[in-house]
């Protein structure tokens, strides 16, 4: 029988041992995404490459896990007059991706814009814990929506 005095306390449990933790879909979805407009799990990435306009990736080299931030444009078949924004945290957990969408149309206000980019990036800083990564803010040069050249006039 081993008592206490038993146990060798000056040695600390390894640093790199794994840990399991047992977490549901609904779980992580409920902690890490309650302001998202959509939330869903799969068996496959719902993120389609060809609307990816910017991406970020937290991976965990060992196990293939990994936390995505991407941002995707569209249109949908049914009002092809409406593009969406679509920014999604996705995570990879073994077999399971679990997906959270934050989406605003483009013509809303830049406020909503911020909001739902906010929102995405602090849950994905959140999930990046997952896949034992963290993240630091940076900062991000955009070109103004206005895409037409801007007339001169002579003051």
Not at 45 to 73: F, I, M, P, W
Not at 123 to 151: Q, S, Y
Request: glycine share 6%; with cysteine; charged share 25%.
């Amino acid at each position: 029988m081993k008592t206490q005095l038993d146990t060798d306390t000056s040695m600390e449990p390894d640093w790199d041992a794994p840990i399991e933790v047992r977490l549901t879909p609904a779980a992580i979805i409920h902690a890490l995404f309650p302001s998202a407009d959509g939330v869903h799990t799969g068996w496959e990435s719902c993120v389609d490459h060809g609307l990816v306009t910017q991406e970020t990736n937290a991976v965990d080299d060992l196990s293939g896990n990994y936390c995505r931030l991407a941002k995707q444009e569209y249109v949908e078949d049914h009002s092809p007059e409406v593009t969406w924004h679509d920014w999604v945290v996705e995570l990879k957990l073994g077999e399971t991706y679990i997906a959270a969408h934050w989406r605003t149309q483009h013509s809303s206000n830049p406020a909503d814009w911020d909001w739902c980019v906010g929102e995405a990036e602090n849950a994905f800083a959140n999930a990046c814990v997952l896949v034992g990564k963290r993240t630091r803010r940076g900062l991000t040069v955009e070109d103004p929506p206005n895409t037409m050249p801007v007339a001169h006039t002579r003051h």
